[in-house]
C-alpha cells in the first residue's frame, strides 16, 4: 500500500490569509484526490489531480479558492486561498491504486481559521 | 450518480458485545463498496472493500462485510468489540468503471464501546 504523508499536520490561521498543504506519496501514482472533511461530517471530495493537467474541480469549489499544483507522479499541493472560519476543517490527500481499487488516505491536515 | 447512507449516527456498545453497523446505497450502476476507520485525530484507513467474488468480506481488526445487491446493503459486523474499536466509521462507494475513481462516502458512524 502506499504511503502517504502531510504537511503541515495542523495550523492555526488568521482570515484573509492563504495556506499551502503537501502531500507527498512514497511511490508515483497517476491520480490524487484533495478531501475536505468538516467539523463532525464525512468527506466531500474537492477535486483529482492528475500529473500533466489541469485538477478537476468538483461542484462547489473553484481553482481560485483551492487551487492545485500537481509537478509529478509523487507530490501534490492543496492552497486554501483568503480563508474564513467556514474554511477550517481537515484537509486530506488521496492516492488510488487501480490495480487493487483503493484508495490511501494521508494524516490529514486539521486547519483552524480565526 | 451514487449515494450512501449510514442510518445510525452513534452506536454505544458495550466490549465484548457484538456491533453492526448499516450501510445502504443507491446507484444506478454496479459498484465497488469500502469500509474506512477513523480513529481520533488520524486520517482514514481501509477496513475492507467489496470488489467482485463472495459476497461475505472480511477485514483487519476481525471485522467483516456482506454485500446484499438485493437490499443495496453493505453492513458492517463484529462479533466481540473491544474499546480500541472506538473510532469514527465510514462506508463509502465507487464506480468500477468510468474515467476517474472518486469515492462517495456516507454520512459516518461514531461508534463508541463502553467498559
Known amino acids: 500500500s502506499a504511503v502517504i504523508s502531510q504537511k503541515p499536520s495542523r495550523d492555526i490561521c488568521q482570515r484573509g490569509t492563504s495556506l499551502t498543504i503537501q502531500c507527498q506519496v512514497d511511490?508515483?501514482?497517476?491520480?490524487m484526490f484533495w478531501y475536505r472533511q468538516q467539523p463532525g461530517q464525512s468527506l466531500t471530495l474537492i477535486a483529482t489531480?492528475?500529473?500533466?493537467?489541469?485538477?478537476?474541480?468538483e461542484s462547489g469549489f473553484v481553482i481560485d479558492k483551492f487551487p492545485i499544483s500537481r509537478p509529478n507522479l509523487t507530490f501534490s499541493t492543496l492552497t486554501v486561498s483568503n480563508m474564513s472560519p467556514e474554511d477550517s476543517s481537515i484537509y486530506l490527500c488521496?492516492?488510488?491504486?487501480?490495480?487493487?481499487?483503493?484508495?490511501?488516505f494521508g494524516p490529514g491536515t486539521r486547519l483552524t481559521v480565526t | 450518480a451514487q449515494s450512501v447512507t449510514q442510518l445510525d449516527s452513534q452506536v454505544p456498545v458495550f466490549e465484548e458485545a457484538p456491533v453492526e453497523l448499516r450501510c445502504n446505497y443507491s446507484?444506478?450502476?454496479?459498484?465497488?463498496l469500502f469500509w474506512y476507520v477513523q480513529y481520533p485525530n488520524q486520517g482514514l484507513q481501509l477496513l475492507l472493500k467489496?470488489?467482485?467474488?463472495?459476497?461475505l468480506v472480511k477485514g483487519i481488526n476481525g471485522f467483516e462485510a456482506e454485500f446484499n445487491k438485493s437490499q443495496t446493503s453493505f453492513h458492517l459486523r463484529k462479533p466481540s468489540v473491544h474499546i480500541s474499536d472506538t473510532a469514527e466509521y465510514f462506508c463509502?462507494?465507487?464506480?468500477?468503471?468510468?474515467?476517474?475513481?472518486?469515492?462517495?462516502f456516507g454520512s459516518g458512524t461514531q461508534l463508541t464501546v463502553l467498559p
Open positions: 488521496s492516492v488510488e491504486d487501480g490495480d487493487r481499487g483503493e484508495q490511501y
Open positions: 463509502a462507494v465507487d464506480p468500477p468503471s468510468g474515467s476517474a475513481r472518486q469515492l462517495t
Open positions: 467489496y470488489l467482485s467474488g463472495s459476497t
Open positions: 446507484s444506478s450502476v454496479s459498484v465497488y
Open positions: 511511490s508515483q501514482v497517476t491520480m
Open positions: 489531480a492528475n500529473q500533466g493537467s489541469e485538477a478537476t474541480y
